[in-house]
């Protein structure tokens, strides 16, 4: 029986399927779930899942969340997912650019910004940032600073 997978965001829901295989970023390190898999629940860091379903292979860049494997359902609640080939390598470095400026500003006058604010920009540019590395780990582009 194959697992069955749902990432969601505080905005949608950004991926449903089933598959033989996953690979999930955690705390510990990277896991790969089975169906069968004991129980489990565990932090998400931000990085690469990896969907196996036969010959086919899906990728989403993630940010941090929480997983949880019951049965042969995984459940991940994200900040931020989105499918490797949707990424568009321009739109994430401007993002990322105009974030790192925003957080600059918000650092040299530190009681003036909200610290809500201040999370959601190091979300953006850590979101950014690991989009760009699996975008370019698998379209074989070079990672640029």
């Given at each position: 029986?194959?697992?069955?997978?749902?990432?969601v965001t505080p905005e949608k829901t950004a991926?449903?399927?089933?598959?033989?295989?996953?690979?999930?970023?955690?705390?510990?390190?990277?896991?790969?779930?089975?169906?069968?898999?004991?129980?489990?629940?565990?932090?998400?860091?931000?990085?690469?899942?990896?969907?196996?379903?036969?010959?086919?292979?899906?990728?989403?860049?993630?940010?941090?969340?929480?997983?949880?494997?019951?049965?042969?359902?995984?459940?991940?609640?994200?900040?931020?997912?989105?499918?490797?080939?949707?990424?568009?390598?321009?739109?994430?470095?401007?993002?990322?650019?105009?974030?790192?400026?925003?957080?600059?500003?918000?650092?040299?006058?530190?009681?003036?910004?909200?610290?809500?604010?201040?999370?959601?920009?190091?979300?953006?540019?850590?979101?950014?940032?690991?989009?760009?590395?699996?975008?370019?780990?698998?379209?074989?582009?070079?990672?640029?600073?």
């Amino acid at each position: 029986m194959p697992l069955t997978i749902e990432i969601v965001t505080p905005e949608k829901t950004a991926y449903t399927g089933s598959a033989d295989a996953v690979t999930v970023p955690t705390d510990s390190g990277e896991i790969q779930l089975l169906p069968g898999h004991i129980p489990l629940i565990t932090l998400v860091v931000p990085g690469e899942i990896v969907v196996n379903n036969g010959a086919a292979v899906e990728r989403l860049a993630v940010d941090k969340g929480f997983a949880r494997i019951l049965g042969n359902t995984v459940s991940i609640i994200t900040q931020a997912a989105i499918d490797e080939k949707t990424i568009d390598l321009h739109a994430v470095t401007d993002a990322q650019q105009r974030a790192e400026k925003a957080l600059a500003a918000a650092r040299k006058s530190a009681g003036e910004f909200d610290p809500a604010e201040v999370e959601k920009l190091e979300q953006i540019i850590r979101f950014a940032v690991v989009q760009r590395l699996v975008k370019g780990r698998h379209a074989g582009e070079a990672f640029e600073d």
